[in-house]
T-cell receptor, first 114, second 112 residues
Framework: DTGVSQDPRHKITKRGQNVTFRCDPI?????LYWYRQTLGQGPEFLTY????????KSRLLSDRFSAERPKGSFSTLEIQRTEQGDSAMYLC????????????FGDGTRLSIL | GQNIDQPTEMTATEGAIVQINCTYQ??????LFWYQQHAGEAPTFLSY????GLEEKGRFSSFLSRSKGYSYLLLKELQMKDSASYLC?????????????FGPGTRLSALP
């Protein structure tokens, strides 16, 4: 168990640019989640995959955000035309099957928009 | 809508017993989780409740009352390393999937 891995750890970009983050879940976990967290707040749900299927997507998410998990393993989160308000920590989590199974979080990607 | 409330901050002395409350109004409830998050780090799992009652894991215990939409996390023998944010999260089921709704977190400071 090598844990959930996220890349990059930090991303600084100018407003209007596109960014892409990667998440590698724990290998036997079929469920994968993306969250956004700002300072002093709890994680805010963005989207959820079961294997390669994207089963839930937050209504708060604008169409500038898209996520994929093409082979049911790693996932990518892309933000197009970034805005100041996108500055946050983006967390990925994974969990195995089972209703009592908790999520295991990665260390996150911190995005700063200049 | 889905809503979870927790106190924003708490302070307690080393060795004390601390209770962190969480109230929720959600539809599709299917379990409540507590996570610990140290500053700048990822959340880590502490406990899980899906039925009413108390679950104990070492110095940490968690209680759930589904009829009242209420949970608490109990920390015994508070240590300095327990200074962190504590997140209450409710899992909700939809037709085809699930979602976790997190509260704002309670920032706990342990004092010597």
């Amino acid at each position: 168990d090598t844990g959930v891995s996220q890349d990059p750890r930090h991303k600084i970009t100018k407003r209007g640019q596109n960014v892409t983050f990667r998440c590698d879940p724990i290998s036997e976990h079929n469920r994968l989640y993306w969250y956004r967290q700002t300072l002093g707040q709890g994680p805010e749900f963005l989207t959820y995959f079961q294997n390669e299927a994207q089963l839930e997507k937050s209504r708060l998410l604008s169409d500038r955000f898209s996520a994929e998990r093409p082979k049911g393993s790693f996932s990518t989160l892309e933000i197009q035309r970034t805005e100041q308000g996108d500055s946050a920590m983006y967390l990925c989590a994974s969990s195995p099957r089972g209703v009592s199974q908790p999520q295991h979080f990665g260390d996150g990607t911190r995005l700063s928009i200049l | 809508g889905q809503n979870i409330d927790q106190p924003t901050e708490m302070t307690a002395t080393e060795g004390a017993i601390v209770q962190i409350n969480c109230t929720y109004q959600t539809s599709g409830f299917n379990g409540l989780f507590w996570y610990q998050q140290h500053a700048g780090e990822a959340p880590t799992f502490l406990s899980y409740n899906v039925l009413d009652g108390l679950e104990e894991k070492g110095r940490f215990s968690s209680f759930l009352s589904r009829s009242k939409g209420y949970s608490y996390l109990l920390l015994k023998e508070l240590q300095m390393k327990d200074s962190a944010s504590y997140l209450c999260a409710v899992r909700v089921f939809y037709n085809y999937g699930q979602n976790f709704v997190f509260g704002p977190g309670t920032r706990l400071s342990a004092l010597p």
